[in-house]
């Protein structure tokens, strides 16, 4: 192998003349607010549903105390010293589906580490062992997540189907529209254009095969994920963006008890 | 007739930085016309590769205002002017003078890479029958020019200089033009993993950026080839399909 001699550039040292900053500026802005009020919504264990209306941080409700809830309240095995919130149960597979997912790799390594802060711009560290050892080697069970996101696309879809249903104060329910049904529909499409137009999906879908022209049904998948994928960053955003609205509409919903614009049939 | 400031990078490994030029500049320019009428006027020594001016060598690729940039490509109106213009030679290769580097390291790892290896004829001419949307997807990284601005940009030559382990995004594309044709049959997922070193890739997507010929290196070849690693060597339950499965 050649000898290289090359000059090992300081930290943020660039001849760039551009705003090279506000990009990654503005991705760690996003995702730390996302972050602060996820977490925050999800360890208030209240406000997270209204009538029929279930906001995404919380679903499945697994364990939980509202009508939503799948086995009841608070399970006994749960450690008593322990906070409990349904969302604790759940979120863990969304947020490991975002946390491993190719685009937010890129845009968080360039963000919270600086590796690098933004293309060709000087590193502060000298050692890198990027994904190829632990613990970034863990990326690669990006797939695994997936799988759950995809079922809780599924699930998420078939609540917007119960925010159609609302009480029609004789103890029965009624078929209608309301402002948060729509706010729920909109989050699944955003969030199913965001699933399913994943790398991994992709390469499961079609990608791994080097001839798609003897498999018709996964070349159509191929062609459509691919298509999806061609701007999985917006989707990205737009899903992170929609979940939290979601939580939020709901959430205010609930602790100012109000009845949405709603049309019931 | 307007003149624009340079700031030309000039030396050799022993010495070197900017210097100062001022020439006249005209519409149409491009950064290397630049570069000529400076070696022609005020420094006949000044080094720079260069050969098609059409973009389609990729021999006169560098640094412009620090962006790793063809620069027969690039036109003088789309920069700003009214402050100097830096050109610089590509950092994550040697310095040989002034705007040129050695970037031989590229052809050597070329090298490394397991030649395209067809499966036997399907016919008794010797040919093969391929469909055209099984191959539009390789096409797409057959443009490659080898300017090697992807490999300048890439952190991990660049500022680690990790060139023992890691092959940089060209050859990745490389390798996935071979890897996904239909009529190869080698594996190189191995090599991709231990000494082509696809896992230091964290996927910043500077190398699609810089592409002059605009291929989506990142999400066409690199992602595609990391599933494929991540099937043969880190997928459990791919593992337990292989062992499963029934032989062909």
């Known amino acids: 192998m050649t000898e290289l001699t090359l000059i090992k550039r300081k930290f943020g040292e660039t001849s760039r003349s551009d705003t090279w900053w506000i990009q990654p500026l503005v991705v760690f802005c996003g995702l730390s607010a996302f972050i602060v009020y996820t977490t925050w919504a999800a360890f208030q264990g209240e406000h997270y549903h209204h009538g029929p209306y279930l906001s995404p941080f919380y679903a499945p409700e697994i364990f939980g105390n509202s009508e939503h809830s799948w086995f009841g309240a608070k399970p006994a095995w749960w450690p008593s010293w322990a906070p409990f919130s349904p969302a604790f149960l759940i979120l863990w597979a969304p947020a490991g589906f975002r946390l491993t997912c190719y685009y937010y790799r890129g845009a968080y390594y360039k963000a919270f580490w600086a590796d690098p802060p933004s293309c060709a711009v000087g590193e502060p560290r000298k050692g890198y062992r990027g994904e190829s050892s632990f613990p970034l080697i863990l990326q690669n069970v990006h797939r695994f997540f997936l799988y759950f996101a995809l079922v809780f696309v599924l699930l998420l879809a078939f609540d917007v189907w119960k925010a159609m249903w609302f009480d029609d104060g004789n103890g029965g329910k009624t078929f209608g529209i309301g402002l948060g049904t729509l706010i729920l529909a909109i989050n699944v499409f955003l969030l199913s254009g965001y699933t399913l137009g994943c790398h991994s999906l992709r390469h499961l879908v079609g990608g791994f095969l080097d001839r798609l022209s003897g498999a018709p049904i996964r070349r159509t998948a191929y062609n459509c994920v691919s298509c999806l994928n061609s701007q999985h960053m917006r989707w990205a955003w737009m899903s992170l963006c929609s979940v939290a609205c979601s939580d939020i509409y709901i959430r205010l919903s609930s602790m100012m008890d109000w009845t949405d614009p709603r049309i019931l049939f | ?248």
């Open chain 2, 1 to 248: 007739m307007a003149t624009a400031k340079f700031k030309v990078w000039r030396g050799d490994t022993d010495s070197s930085g900017f210097v100062d030029y001022e020439t006249d500049v005209s519409e149409g320019m491009v950064v290397l016309d630049a570069v000529h009428q400076i070696q022609a006027e005020q420094a006949n020594d000044l080094a720079v590769r260069w050969n098609c001016k059409a973009g389609k060598c990729g021999s006169c690729s560098a640094e412009v205002n620090g962006h790793p940039k063809l620069m027969c490509m690039t036109r003088l109106d789309d920069l700003p002017l009214d402050k100097p213009v830096t050109i610089e030679p590509m950092r994550a290769f040697p310095l040989v003078k002034d705007l040129v580097t050695d970037v031989s390291w590229n052809y050597q790892v070329k090298k490394k890479i397991k030649k395209f290896s067809p499966r036997p004829p399907d016919f008794e001419d010797g040919t093969w029958e391929m469909q055209q949307e099984d191959i539009d997807r390789v096409q797409e990284f057959r443009k490659c020019i080898e300017c090697f601005l992807c490999q300048d940009v890439c952190h991990v030559l660049r500022d680690h200089h990790l060139h023992d382990n890691f092959v940089g995004p060209r050859h990745y594309v490389y390798t996935a033009s071979l890897e996904m044709h239909p009529l190869d049959t080698e594996d190189r997922l191995g090599d991709l993993k231990e000494t082509d070193g696809i896992g230091y890739c964290n996927i910043t997507k500077c190398c699609t950026k810089v592409c002059p010929e605009h291929i989506t290196i990142t999400d066409n070849a690199i992602i595609p080839l990391k599933e494929r690693v991540v099937d043969q060597f880190y997928d459990p339950l791919k593992k337990l399909f292989r062992i499963f499965k029934p032989k062909e």
